[in-house]
């Protein structure tokens, strides 16, 4: 595993669609891992592969309660309730913010053994997993802050 560079700020790759994964190779099971390690250096919860410079879609996640996930093309399939978060972004230091989520999702997506797996989350997890997803489409939690601010440099 190796622990990768972070890109931020206007870096254009934040904004970019990502690609589908057609298949998990060993090579995205070594993106896989990078990230997750790259994710526990920076102290982070969630990271998304755009966040590494790779526009494709697969995203890490671990809540720090248990919940560990290494997932390709997640898709958000179903939403319920809604809550107001606190995020911050390692794309985006120095900042919190907060936005409204849905309380529940449910999502499908591919394992790193390429089965298909069904996801039901709720809380902080399902905010990890809706700050994730949206970056694999080019949006940072910042474009939709309903409260953002400064706090220390990080
Ligand atoms: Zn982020």
Redesign the pocket.
Known sequence: MAIRNVRTDDNPVLREVCKEVTEVTNGIRKILDDMLETMYEKDGV???AP?IGIPKRMIVVDDREGNVFKLVNPVIIEEDGEQLSV?G????PGFRGRCKRPMTVSLEAINENGEKVSIKAEGFLAVIFC??ID?LNGI??KDKAVEFERVEDN
């Open positions: 969630g990271l998304a966040q995020e972004c390692l794309s985006v700050h994730e970056h940072l939690y």
